[in-house]
C-alpha cells in the first residue's frame, strides 16, 4: 500500500498532490465517515478523493480495513460504509434516525428538496415519534442529544434554533440513504410493534463508529 501511494504521488506530482495530501484526505474521511465537497474545509479533500487516478487506491486502503468507498458525483460527497458491525446507538437514536428516513423519502417524493437534501418541520419530526413508538414525546434535552449525534454522524445537519419549535432546523443529508437498511427498517418496527412498509435504502450498510445495532439504553 506504502509502494502504491509512492507510485501515486510521483506519478501526478505535476498536480501538486503531495504524499500527505493523500494520507490527509484518507484520515479525514475515516474520521467523519462522508465528506462532502460543499463542507467546510472539505472541498480540497473531496477533489482528492473523488479523482480517478486515486479511486482505485482508496477503495483497496479502505478494503483492506473491510470498509466499501464510494463516491456520489450527483450529489458531490463521498463516504465509506464498514462490512463489520459496530456499536450500537441508543434506543431513541435509532427511533429518530429510522423517522428521519422516512421523512426524507415524503419530501423526496413531493419534489421537496434542494440537492438531494430536504428540510422537515421539527414539529412533525416529534409528531412521528410519538405515533410510530406509542411512546410520549422526549425531553427536549434527549432530542437534542439524538440529534446532535446523528450529525456528528453526517446523515442531518443542524441549523439555527427555530424559537417556535426550540429545536434546531433539522435538513436532512442524502448520505441517510446509505445507512438506513431493510433489516434496520425491519429490527425498529418490530420494536415499535408496527406493521407496514416504510422506504428502504441501502442493503446491509452500516456507520463507522456507534451505529447500526440497537441498545435499549436512552
Known sequence: MLKELGHLVDKYESRKISEDDLIGAAAELRAKQFIWQSGHGQGRYY?????????????????????????????????????????????????????????????????????GRTSPSEDLLLDEYE?????????????????????KYGVIELGPKNTETDMRQITILPSIMKVVSQSYIEEMLDLCGVDGE?????????????????SENE
Open 47 to 115: 477533489e482528492i478523493l473523488r479523482h480517478q487516478d486515486f479511486r482505485e487506491y482508496f477503495e483497496n486502503l479502505f478494503g483492506a480495513f473491510g470498509d466499501t468507498f464510494f463516491v456520489d458525483e450527483q450529489y458531490a460527497y463521498c463516504g465509506i460504509i464498514p462490512k463489520k458491525s459496530t456499536p450500537a446507538l441508543k434506543l431513541n437514536e435509532s427511533f429518530f434516525l429510522l423517522i428521519l428516513a422516512k421523512l426524507h423519502d415524503g419530501e423526496l417524493r413531493k419534489g421537496c428538496c434542494d440537492e
Open 198 to 214: 416504510v422506504t428502504s435504502y441501502d442493503e446491509d450498510v452500516e456507520f463507522s463508529s456507534g451505529g447500526g445495532e440497537v
Open 131 to 151: 405515533r410510530l413508538t406509542g411512546r410520549i414525546k422526549p425531553k427536549s434535552s434527549d432530542t437534542h442529544e439524538a440529534l446532535a449525534r446523528l450529525a
